[in-house]
């Protein structure tokens, strides 16, 4: 019971001496606890599950997330401060209409954090879990009942077109995944065009482009651009962004003297780029931080809730005119 006291850092239940004997013997012995015996006692097994859908089952290039540096950023946030805080993350890609919430069991996760899923796959695996959850980037029926992060994404939305406007675009586009629900795209995409409508500017329908969240469907749909002859382009990503301007300087299309483009997230690569590239600039970090902060809360109190909005910037740099 001492050593088992000492192990577990019950330490006000040992007197230092007996503390320090204990743990010089198990450097000693190099000892390390065995943590599927501590699981089968606690009942916990402090795995939390870090789930992402890959929503796009016909996009070429979904196979390639980590191609987007803004996983890898959000991914490190989660882990240093689940590590930080004595817990491990499990880190889970998901396909469209995969059935994963047995595997939570399985797995004997104590909570799982999921990015950007829709209302299909939430009711799919997540609408009756009895495990502490945290939803980010995710836009579901009766959110007010579960712990949520979000960007103001109607925020993102309206600051670029708002910048578009007074930079002296006229003729405006949008590149962006799908809007017929409500999610991070559609959010985006209505605070574009409340902006757009509030100064009675039509965002002419031909002009919306909606596809894969990728470099390579930038590139391909800098033609479309061309042709439509468009000045003005809010990308929802830095990565389409970076493929659109890519797209269009292959095209002896001059960025940002003949278009304007701006993209979302912020990602450190946008100081790289060239031109640098004008973003509506989310804190990836924050997001995370607070998605374990959520989580660490519904760990210790049950059926506790809170819905973060965080807040986004206009981040001038060079792609617009």
Not at 294 to 313: D, H, I
Request: hydrophobic share 40%.
């Amino acid at each position: 019971m001492t050593v088992s006291n000492v192990i577990n850092k019950k330490h006000h239940k040992v007197s230092k001496p007996t503390i320090e004997k204990v743990q010089k013997i198990m450097k000693e012995l190099d000892y390390v606890p065995n943590m599927s015996a501590r699981t089968l006692v606690s009942k916990n097994s402090n795995i939390i599950v870090l789930i992402i859908p890959q929503s796009l089952d016909d996009d070429p290039h979904k196979d390639y997330p980590m191609h987007n540096p803004f996983y890898g950023e959000f991914i490190n946030s989660i882990e240093y401060n689940l590590r930080k805080n004595g817990y491990y993350m499990m880190l889970c890609f998901v396909s469209k209409d995969e059935v994963y919430y047995p595997s939570l069991k399985l797995w004997n996760a104590d909570g799982v954090i999921v990015l950007g899923t829709d209302q299909k796959q939430f009711n799919l695996n997540l609408a009756n879990i009895d495990i502490p959850m945290v939803l980010v980037d995710s836009y579901i029926d009766n959110e007010k009942n579960y712990c949520t992060v979000v960007n103001d994404d109607r925020m993102g939305g309206w600051l670029a077109a708002e910048y578009l406007v007074t930079r002296g675009c006229k003729r405006y586009g949008v590149v962006c995944t799908d809007i017929s629900s409500k999610g991070v795209s559609d959010q985006r995409y209505v605070g574009f065009k409340n902006y757009l409508n509030e100064n009675n500017i039509e965002l002419n329908s031909n002009h919306v482009f909606v596809g894969y969240p990728n470099y390579y469907y930038g590139v391909q749909i800098a033609n479309k651009i061309v042709e439509q002859k468009i000045d003005g382009v809010f990308a929802f990503s830095d990565m389409v962004a970076f493929g659109i301007i890519e797209g269009l300087k292959k095209l002896k299309v001059k960025i940002p003297e003949d278009v304007s483009i701006i993209g979302f997230d912020g990602l450190f690569v946008t100081e790289i780029s060239s031109p640098k590239l004008t973003s509506i600039k989310q804190n990836i970090y924050e997001k995370g931080f607070n998605a374990v902060e959520l989580m660490l809360k519904a760990l210790n109190e049950k059926k506790y809730q809170s819905n973060v909005v965080l807040p986004v910037v206009l981040d001038i740099k060079e792609s617009v005119k």
